[in-house]
């Protein structure tokens, strides 16, 4: 990388600094993580799964069975990425330094504990763990889970990845991974919506009018609601599953290249506050709320 070069989260984050009021404050940070992502595996490449035989693949997703893919994660990487996240995040925020030790800590654990490798389901839980003694706040844990996660998905899995047949898939879950989509968009030049994995990075077509969680397709149960000055970001909500995932408007978006909706989200977790006191739960499964929030937003009503 060369002095001055734009890298491509750089110019995600300097968009939705202008798109959605109030991500000023967050993009000096969510570029620190990104950056640490980058050097991370400059030094330490992943060496991707085979690719799965793409007539068999094929033929699992015109019957609608997702592959299912979850490499085991060698436990060294996962350990070396956190405790480098850690260091880079306390230093972008002097703040979370005992956050940083804290990681350490239990990566050490992690170590001891699980040997040569871990699956997503052992990191799921230690971040779970943090939150409930209280070491990270729900929303920084969700960052973390899922930045460390997806960019270990996406190298272990990039071979599948490119060769998907994903025209084939009609689901509403992961043809590669299983996962459940937490956000998707429209795309620029058809409107049509697509969905994105946010573990493997998967994107694929789906229905408009349709609940990606329950299947429900009563348009009386279907609607979203957007937010003033985030106009960009659509929550979508199912009124039969009581589920929601957040819908990009890339119609409106001046975008060369590709789009990393993965830091639309991070730009538009207001949009999730809301949802949540709606009563809308995240169809993904992921908790990007601190229940501080809630309890302070019920207060100002
Ligand atoms: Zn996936
Ligand atoms: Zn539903």
């Not at 005992?98 to 040997?115: F, I, K, V, Y």
């Not at 999730?272 to 709320?289: H, I, T």
Request: glycine residues 6%; charged residues 25%; aromatic residues 8%.
């Amino acid at each position: 990388m060369t002095n001055g070069q734009h890298t491509e989260w750089q110019r995600e984050t300097e968009r939705c600094t202008r798109l959605y009021e109030g991500f000023a404050e967050a993009a000096p940070f969510v570029n620190a993580a990104y950056r640490c992502i980058h050097t991370f595996f400059e030094d330490h490449p992943i060496t991707a799964q085979p690719a799965a035989d793409p007539e068999e693949a094929a033929q699992r997703l015109r019957v609608g069975a997702s592959l299912q893919m979850n490499p085991s994660l060698a436990t060294a990487d996962v350990v070396d990425l956190l405790r480098k996240l850690g260091a880079a995040l306390a230093e972008a925020n002097p703040d979370l330094k005992g956050t940083a030790r804290a990681l350490e800590g239990r990566s050490e654990r992690l170590l001891l504990d699980s040997q040569d490798s871990v699956g997503k389901e052992d990191i799921q839980r230690l971040f779970a763990s943090m939150v409930e003694v209280g070491e990270l706040e729900q929303d920084l844990a969700t960052f973390l889970l899922t930045l460390t996660l997806s960019s270990l998905y996406r190298r272990h899995l990039q071979l599948t990845g490119e060769t998907l047949r994903t025209e084939l898939w009609r689901e509403g879950h992961c043809p590669l991974c299983g996962e459940s989509p937490h956000y998707g968009l429209l795309r620029p030049e058809d409107g049509a919506k697509q969905l994105e994995c946010w573990l493997c990075g998967t994107r694929w077509v789906y229905t408009r009018i349709k609940c990606p969680f329950c299947s429900n397709e009563e348009q009386d149960d279907l609607g979203y609601f957007t937010v003033e000055d985030r106009e960009m970001c659509r929550v979508s909500f199912c009124r039969r599953c009581h589920r929601y995932l957040k819908i990009i408007d890339a119609r409106k978006l001046d975008a060369g290249g590709d789009i990393m909706l993965a830091i639309h989200n991070l730009a538009s977790l207001s949009h999730d506050l809301l949802a949540a006191q709606e009563g809308f739960a995240p169809g993904s499964g992921l908790q990007w709320v601190n229940p501080r929030e809630m309890a302070g937003a019920r207060e100002d009503y």
